[in-house]
């Protein structure tokens, strides 16, 4: 048993291109042996096989990049921010970027448990044609609803949208959504993009923000 | 050619399967400056990544390589359907992970061949690079593509596709090579002046400078050096010490076999199974002190992050320190999170203290043990004798330390097989289960595995019939409704899965044909249980003439000339002979620490010994 009131701390970082096909179970486990290589003083979860605790707040879809995951750990005792920030730092990839760091009182609720929604920027090349592109999500924005199949069963994406905005730049068409992410209703841009005709490979995803319940 | 362009891949990364697979960029991955190096080498596993990432071999090739500053080595693996599809329909040449260079860009292609039905991928790899298959068809503006692994010890099936063959530890010749390559690029020479170099480096093996003859029958009459200074026959390289342990061990980002890290302890084996490959082509025994094990888990641990590791050898109880290193881990690790396994260990009650001097950094799961045979008689033919007292003693003290599960690996088809020894193995299993059942009750699990012995080159049953599938598998049916009945669980192989093996293993230089003609027909990851389509195969072997039974169905004459016999494992070919015939008369040879039978190997590295006199060698 672990008698001493554990540490907990979160992390803001950006997943970054050269990660951005690394799964959210494989990065789970770049978190637990980066973690491992500083040699802080890692909490354990309890249990018959004990794992280093930590949480990520929500599973980024493969091929998504990002600049706002949060992730919380645990430490068997209180560590300087600046200096827990710093090893971490020097033994992640150098395509996940810690942003900032601070500590966190334990009583909070889990990550997951409080997330409510994601905002994902989506950056659509100009191969594609803007005024289709608007029309095309105009049209899909306008409908009762928007019925996707995913893993044989179908979904409503309509009441997942929260808000959204159409950006037209002379380099690229940019999509703001800010979609639900609850364990019940988790909204996946991608999905929307088969309605408007766009190869979700052609685009970069971007999560720019995490929503918590406060 | 340039750096496959970002776009084109990521588009196509993102609509197969575990992408993570070939974008490299991992913990310890080394990114050198492609202009900072005059020479460049591309070392191959043409596996997927999966399993390629986890050879030793090339992680150590990959390290000391890299370590050099005027060289740099990168990674490359076998894409699986799905990406080579989509490589093929853009036109993407096959690409390193480091740099995303083509492979066509390298100065040297190295390809690691640890197993015969790996064959069909290289040539898939090749055809992905955009080079000729045949070696006499590239010339000195492709890379040079050199071969290594334990396949290589009967490179003969391979000759067509490969310029050289490294024959043995990899560790020294590597950099020969390189400095021959170097001194050969500088001169501006033909392809041919390269290869002559490199005939004369000790252990290199060029086929394309040898003639084969054969006789009516098929079988080899002699091969035969066409150049001057090229040998008559290759001896394999012994790298005279264990090369240093991997100092930063690449952490994959997707999950792979065997992810740990892994600690070479001991090459070599002396106890001489008349079956194992490995125990003859890896002598002699070199062993790694306690102390530079120690070093190595500290540094393995904190470069890596790794909870698990593995201690590697043939057979770890003949560590002359090993319950001292049991010890020390134990001592070193506590307190830390870390799971230690320590595999390939003999069938007697101290193996079990072995793991109990681990304590709780022994790994959860079974207990395993190779008794291989069931019956004395058998185990006097493999030469592997076993006491059935002192097995059901060490079953009972696994059960009574513990364990519940017992994993117990035999081998079916050996020569001279009866339906005794058959039913020895299902005996035996039963009487297994009974005691764990007995000390520990309806928890207790037993696992047998078999797997089919195929003759392999280099060792006493090299002369051997290979048993064909239809009765392998009539003896697999026998034991599966047995051990079923037992409640026994039984993992076995497909028996045609093993025929390609068999095959290629003491194959000859006419069966490069084959191997072309399969892969044209659409043969590619044979070892994949899925994967082999024996239709490929015989279709191959119909449409080039060769019969598939020449290599496996025949008992060979003592005095025939293999197609291997230019290759020295360092043993000679009549103490081969000499444990074969006391393999057919029932008689053992003692563990060759003991007292030497003059296998071959201590004149092999007579000239290496005294410069390294505290190597512990094995050989008395």
Redesign the interface.
Known sequence: MNPITPYRVRIRFAKLE??????H??LQ??F??????T?LPLR?SQGF??KIRLNLASALP??FVSSAEVLDFWLNCPVELEEIKKSLQE?L?K?IQIIDIEEIDNKRPSLQASLRSSVYRITIPISYAQEELIRGFNGLISKETIPFIRRKKTVDIKPMIESYQIEITPEASVLTLQMSSTAENNGRPDELLSFIKV????VIIERIQLIFEE | MTIIDKKVLDKILYHVEKPGRYVGGEHNMVLKAWDSCSTRVALAFPDLYDLGQANLGLAILYEIINDRPDILAERVFSPWHDMEDAMRERKIPLFALESKRPIIDFDILGITLPYESIYTNVLNLLDLAGMPLHASERDESYPLVIAGGQACFNPEPMTDFIDAFVIGDGEDVIFEIIETYQLWKKQNLDKLSLLLALAKIAGVYVPSLYDVTYFEDGTIKSVDPKNEGVPKQVHKRIAPQLPPPIKKQIVPNIQIVHDRIAVEIMRGCTRGCRFCHAGIVNRPVRQRKVADVLKAIDSGVKATGYEELSLLSLSSSDHTEILDMSKAVYDQNKGRRLSVSLPSLRIESFSVDLMDELKDLKPGGGFTIAPEAATDRMRAIINKPLDDKILFETVETIFNHGWLNLKMYYMIGLPDERMEDLEAILETAQKVLQIGRRLRGNRVRVHVSIGTFIPKPHTPFQWAISEDPVSIQEKIDFLRDGMRQAKIKLSYNRPDSTLLEAWLSRGDRRLGKVIEKAWQLGAKFDAWDEGFIKEYWYAAFQECGVDPHFYTNRERELDETFPWDHISAGVFKDFLLEDYQMSLRGETRQDCRDGCYACGILDCFAQVRPSNEDVYWGCP
């Open positions: 050269g990660l951005r096909f690394i799964g179970l494989d486990r770049l637990e042996r980066a973690l491992n290589r040699g354990y096989s004990p493969l091929g033994s990839p395509d190869d979700p490979a052609d």
